[in-house]
């Protein structure tokens, strides 16, 4: 039994649902946290692929430098579906928060208005400096969107609140669906 929060023992878990607009608030604070998330393609063979990656975020849609011919590029490029899952470090089960993102990445080709956009999200100074490129013309490979169709947040924190700690994003849809029960 835990004595510092309470909440995380009441069951069963609360399955209130946050509106969609405060749903996307708390994932876009997730996407801002941190800038390391885990990108799942599928290569030919239909072995998945996992690979840790730097990104951005602009409202929900996310964007990646994925390095020319590396098997995440080809498998984007013959395959387009991802699932991308970006988490804060965690302490126990109090911090858990995180959010998978399940969608298509679309590789933006150099010069069009997509991939001057893109490169205007990407903060690739900064990768540029760390690996001694030039600072003044943004590296000249593709870029790659995320535009996630479903995306799962969890945070146990909301129990608290009163919130299921699972909601459900949906591009679609006005209102958020909750995970039911107990998933341990």
């Not at 609140?161 to 849809?173: K, N």
Request: net charge neutral.
């Amino acid at each position: 039994m835990t004595i510092a929060h309470p909440f995380l023992i009441e069951e069963p878990w609360p399955t209130k649902k946050m509106t969609k607009a405060q749903l996307e608030a708390r994932i876009e604070r997730v996407l801002a946290l941190t800038n390391i998330g885990y990108l799942g393609t599928v290569k030919k063979d239909g072995t998945p692929i996992v690979s840790p990656v730097e990104f951005y975020a602009e409202d929900m849609s996310l964007y990646i430098f994925p390095q020319p011919n590396s098997p995440k590029a080809k498998a984007i490029a013959r395959d387009g579906r991802i699932s991308f899952a970006v988490a804060n470090p965690m302490a126990g089960w109090a911090c858990v928060m995180g959010a998978q993102l399940f969608g298509k990445a679309t590789l933006l080709d150099v010069g069009t208005p997509e991939w001057e956009h893109g490169m205007q999200i990407f903060k690739w100074p900064a990768s540029s400096f760390e690996l001694g490129r030039s600072l003044t013309e943004p590296p000249q490979g593709q870029i790659a969107r995320i535009d996630p169709e479903r995306i799962v947040y969890t945070e146990h924190f909301m129990r608290k609140e009163g919130y299921a700690p699972r909601q459900i994003w949906l591009r679609d849809e006005d209102t958020p669906e909750v995970f039911q029960g107990r998933n341990v």
